[in-house]
């Protein structure tokens, strides 16, 4: 920590001017667009490029690897999806994304329960990123520890059709066909993808097909109309599972077996559709509505014989509407108010059964799970003068779980209620460096998945697992080093109050309890190097000292002062980017990790572990075409690593901690190649 106060001290004499490209930088996922540096919050974006260029695209980890403070899991392992943590918030999750708001399109696909996914996300569709890096429950409710707002590219590229074609190890295809243009008032953008994989480890295969189409109709200069589209069909991953040191020494492509022999895994069919209206009031005022679906069949295979076929129906739905309005004050003084309101709800239609030996067997469980939330929120930006920005925003939710069990004939249902504010100011030092500050706060309710008891006691809702609660204090710098070195830092220290932990029991299943208290202490660093004209360097490095200060499981162990699990404690990437004017472009990265422990007690650590990435490429346009062969290659140095280690699996009584099942391997060094044919053609 004490590296970070010497920077931040020193930066504090620089006398440089900021570039114009960086006051540029307009971001919009803090609901009030404004110039990324002025913001009191530590907020990234990764552009088209980043997120695509020369990449197998199995995942956004690939990019998001870039960014401070986010770790992620699951890598390789398509039927648990990405794990992503932000500061901490979503590392307890088994599966999925929790504590994260995903937000694609200016649409939620968070589910109201705090439950996200991104197996529905065309990664060759992405324009760009942006990542809220804290608290953000003030701007998007529940489960919001962070955020990652993803958007469909639309402007970067004229009207034509493209596809993609790439093929590489285990099994790896993918064929993505795209065309984009204009038709009057009317821009789109659609996208196909086809992606198999055989898989590194046993059992680990995965097909899907992706379908995502974004469409713009400008009714006159002050009104448009966005319509999202999206289809996935996912009908095979399998998962290989966790396994214990014994058989990851013996082969680390190797499988558990009883998830091979329960064949376990999922199949998923999904449709989205989204809508936002954007219009003028006036010269200064701004109104959005938007309305949202989605229809999600799940069935799931879990190594469990007594109730691990897991099958439901799912409608989630939403309205929100949002008011905006720029004024004038006295001395020339700018304020930006928000007022908005979003209804959600979501209805699982779930049963359970017997898994035998991979096949469905009797009904243990029927129920119907039904959670809404209702919000109201404010926010505003007032400019004090070019160089002093204050923020300030509240929002309310309640979030209302029912849950109707059929079989039993039970019911049972809660009502979770939170205030979220968050208060920040900006300031610019000098015209090299903006300090900033903020005060934030973050809640984050039990998913519908998380509620569900232990066997023993039953169905219905555990009602004592109740929702964590967060305060983040926050300061850091930002700006820009002789017109082209840009620079984040960030400092925060996070208090939590029944942080939710989860433990694995004897029957495989998750169980989920509160812990007392825990504090996170961190610090990021996130720099971009422009080298020369061809060259540049990113570099982010995370300091994360996260810990319970009280907290008593229930066996009667005592953890607290004990770092908290799945989070290490050190992570640095450093990435050197080359393009030249004749097209040929060159990525170098490494990520480091430090060790981190995998059990409340600490008694079982993963290994450190130093993982390289090469990507290479040329571009060549000739009239209306434009073709572009890559190569891509990770793991260079074919580092033994994992991409996913568990926390907190299930050890038998009398058995050591390290016979526990916490570890999925990652793949050897792997090999990708592709071309990429684009025609433009004249829109009208």
Known sequence: ?????????????????????????????????????????????????????????????????????????????????????????????????RGVKIIVDGIPTTL????????????????????????????????????????????????????????????????????????KNLDYTTNFSDLTVDGYRQHSEHESRLFNSKLRYRFDDDSTLKVSLNAVDQPVSNDPGGVNINR???????????????????????????????????????????????????????????????????????????????????????????LGADINKQEDYRQRFANTNGIKGTRVLNQDEHVSTEAIYAQANLTINPKWLILGGLRYDAVTFDVNDKLSSNSSKRTLEELSPIIGSSYALNDSVRFYANLSSSFETPTTTELAPALALGTGLNKNLNPQTATSHEIGLKGLINNKHQYDIAIFKINIDDEIIGLEDINGLDVFVNAGE???????????????????????????????????????????????????QETLFIGLNYSNDNGFFANFDTLYTDKFSLRNDNSVEADSSIVSNLRLGYTKTLNEWTLEPFLSITNVANEAYLSNARTNPFVCGGCQPSSGRYYESAPDRSVYAGVSIRHNLNSQ
């Open 518 to 568: 825990s504090s996170r202490e961190g610090a990021e660093l996130s720099i971009n190097f422009q080298l020369s004209n061809n060259l540049s360097t990113d570099i982010a490095y995370s300091y994360a000292d996260y810990r319970f200060n009280k907290f008593t499981d229930n066996n009667g162990n005592d953890h607290s002062g004990k770092p908290a699990p799945g989070i290490p």
């Open 1 to 97: 920590m004490k590296r970070f106060i010497v920077l931040a001290l020193s930066l504090l004499s620089i006398q440089t001017t900021f570039s114009s490209n960086l006051e540029e930088v307009i971001v919009n996922a803090a609901i009030i667009p404004e110039q990324s540096v002025r913001l009191p919050i530590a907020i990234n974006s990764l552009d088209r490029d980043q997120i695509t260029q020369a990449r197998a695209q199995l995942g956004l980890d690939e990019s998001l690897s870039s960014i401070p403070g986010l770790v992620m899991q699951n890598r390789y392992n398509f039927a648990q999806d990405l794990r992503i943590s932000i500061r901490g918030f979503g590392a307890r999750a088994a599966f999925g994304i």
């Open 112 to 183: 109201p329960d705090g439950q996200g996914s991104i197996d529905s996300i065309d990664i060759g569709s992405i324009g760009n990123i942006e990542v809220i890096r804290g608290a953000s429950s003030s701007l998007y409710g529940n489960a919001s520890g962070g955020v990652i707002s993803i958007n469909t590219d639309f402007d970067s590229q004229p009207a034509g059709i493209s596809n993609r074609i790439a093929s590489g190890s285990d099994g790896y295809r993918k064929n993505q066909l795209g065309f984009n243009g204009r038709l």
């Open 248 to 338: 990851l020494n013996t082969g680390r492509r190797l499988a558990r077996e009883k998830n091979v022999l329960l064949n376990a895994g999922e199949a998923i069919e999904q449709q989205r559709l989204g809508l936002v209206y954007e219009t003028s009031l006036n010269q200064n005022t701004q109104l959005m509505l938007r309305n949202y679906h989605l229809w999600r069949d799940f069935i799931g295979y879990i190594p469990i014989a007594s109730n691990g076929v897991i099958d439901f129906e799912r409608y989630y739905a939403g309205l929100g509407a949002r008011i905006t309005q720029s004024l004038t004050l006295m001395r020339d003084k700018q304020l930006t108010w928000v």
